[in-house]
């Protein structure tokens, strides 16, 4: 089963540890300098929701890990229940992902100078339209190894 190879490697976690704290690092620095302006406050909410949404993602994937660990065989019903619990983590990590880049990108706005916003939301689109991009197409190749 796909899932449990995956939880084996406890990539997503270990991933979704890491991120978390960079997302909530972001939220904090943005919380010390002042929820001065809209941006601000938005970058603050986007980071901290990044963070919470990884932190699901880390925690369904060592939950499940340590509740599968050792089992080799595991029963057709179970395995589609934990195929629909492993979802919620994976969706939790790629929308974190995506809030996180975000965040990032609008991180330039507040800086003192228009340029510096303008560049990182550039720099964000592009790598939100590369994720999108990879997303699709791993997407892609999953449903042709499925059929």
């Not at 993602?57 to 890990?65: G, I, M, Q, W």
């Not at 994976?90 to 975000?102: G, H, M």
């Not at 609008?106 to 939301?121: E, Q, S, Y």
């Amino acid at each position: 089963m796909r899932e449990l190879l995956e939880l084996q490697t406890g990539q997503v976690a270990f991933l979704s540890g890491i991120l978390a704290g960079f997302a909530l690092t972001a939220a904090l620095n943005i919380m010390r300098y002042g929820l001065i302006s809209r941006i601000s406050r938005f970058v603050f909410i986007i980071a901290t929701l990044s963070s919470l949404l990884f932190i699901v993602a880390l925690y369904v994937d060592v939950r499940l890990t340590l509740e599968l660990a050792g089992r080799s065989e595991i029963s057709v019903p179970l395995q589609a229940r934990i195929a629909s619990i492993h979802l919620i983590g994976t969706a939790s990590a790629t929308i974190a992902l995506f809030l996180f880049v975000i965040a990032t990108a609008l991180i330039g706005w507040l800086a003192p100078n228009r340029k510096t916003g303008v560049i990182t939301t550039l720099l964000g689109l592009s790598i939100l339209l590369l994720l999108l991009y990879v997303w699709f197409q791993i997407g892609g190749i999953s449903a042709e190894l499925n059929a």
